[in-house]
């Protein structure tokens, strides 16, 4: 099984992976079980969520797509309205006062000092928007008018696409800009489809 954040608590670029993770599994035909938890961020050997229970192993995070993730944290955390009005909210539901402000208020801070370190907390949201339409054409060129990026079968890189721009696609925020970049890509939404089709929807229904 693999444990993620409790859903009224997950966050945009956590429910990526988590769904990334759970394409993947899926995909390789095995059984998937997920587990919410409110501490699942402490219980990750990481600090990584979603992380995967196998046995008595545990292993965090899928190698991640370096451009989305890093705008979708600075969209959530560095947007002064998407911090006020969703990120903070979410992140601190499952805690009491004052614990839910301080812990909200921490993550907000580490998140911007890393933004700070990789020369990303001067960027606008408009040079924000600009890397993800890049990062979406080239995806798209590479994707091309196949099923699959690599082949007829997916691989672990259509997962962590699927899981990346899905979550964009469906996820409330201030503002659709992210998703309506997206958008302007037809065989991406055609791509996200097909996974959620093939791998996610109750064939018996």
């Not at 990481?46 to 190698?63: C, D, R, T, W």
């Not at 959530?76 to 812990?103: F, G, H, M, V």
């Not at 995806?139 to 259509?158: A, I, W």
């Not at 979550?167 to 992210?178: G, H, K, M, Q, W």
Request: net charge neutral; proline share 4%; glycine share 4%.
């Amino acid at each position: 099984y693999f444990v993620v954040f409790a859903e009224d608590q997950i966050l945009l670029s956590d429910c990526a992976s988590s769904l990334a993770v759970q394409a993947y599994l899926r995909m390789c035909g095995l059984p998937v079980q997920v587990v919410y938890r409110a501490n699942a961020e402490y219980m990750s050997p990481s600090g990584k969520i979603p992380f995967i229970h196998v046995g008595n192993q545990v292993v965090s995070e899928l190698g991640p797509i370096v451009q989305f993730t890093k705008a979708k944290l600075y969209i959530q955390w560095c947007d002064d309205s998407t911090a006020t009005e969703i990120s903070r909210p979410r992140y601190s539901s499952p805690y009491s006062w004052p614990l839910n402000k301080i812990l909200a208020y921490q993550k907000q801070w580490e998140v911007r000092r890393k933004m700070n370190a990789i020369g990303w907390g001067g960027k606008t949201l408009e040079q924000v928007y600009e890397d993800v339409s890049q990062c979406c054409q080239a995806l798209s060129q590479r994707l091309g008018t196949q099923s699959y990026f690599f082949n007829k079968q997916p691989t672990e890189l259509d997962a962590l696409v699927f899981g990346h721009l899905f979550t964009i696609l469906t996820t409330r925020l201030t503002s659709t800009e992210l998703a309506e970049r997206i958008k302007s890509y037809s065989n991406l939404l055609s791509f996200c489809r097909r996974i959620e089709q093939t791998y996610f929807e109750d064939k018996s229904s």
